[in-house]
């Protein structure tokens, strides 16, 4: 079982920045990523690294959001910046093992409101 630990969620007013952080027991992952859900809609990828280091974005958050990773300490972050009110959401950490099971984080809320 991979536990999957996520911090650092908040409010910030639009055009603020916050960082989110997810820790993971073990470090052989395909890839990990960040997924969100705001009220009444789908959970969605916002940004995903693979074990090659290769990124993905969602369309809504390329320049804005970077995803990085520090294998030493079996992390990933997001750093969001130029936020907006429609960031809104539930954020959720996402790991995938190298026998394709993926776990969760427990959601971390970012809420972006002047």
């Known amino acids: 079982q991979v536990q999957v630990v996520e911090s650092g969620g908040g409010m910030v007013q639009p055009g603020g920045s916050l960082r989110l952080a997810c820790t993971t027991s073990g470090s052989a992952f395909v890839m990990r990523g960040w997924y969100r859900q705001a009220p009444g809609k789908e959970r969605e990828l916002v940004a995903s690294i693979y074990r090659t280091g290769h990124t993905n974005y969602a369309d809504s958050v390329k320049g804005r959001f970077t995803i990085s990773r520090n294998d030493v300490g079996n992390a990933v972050y997001l750093q969001m910046n130029n936020l907006k009110p429609e960031d809104t959401a539930v954020y959720y950490c996402?790991?995938?093992?190298?026998?394709?099971?993926?776990?969760w984080g427990q959601g971390s809320q970012v809420t972006v409101s002047s």
């Open positions: 996402n790991v995938r093992t190298l026998s394709n099971q993926d776990f």
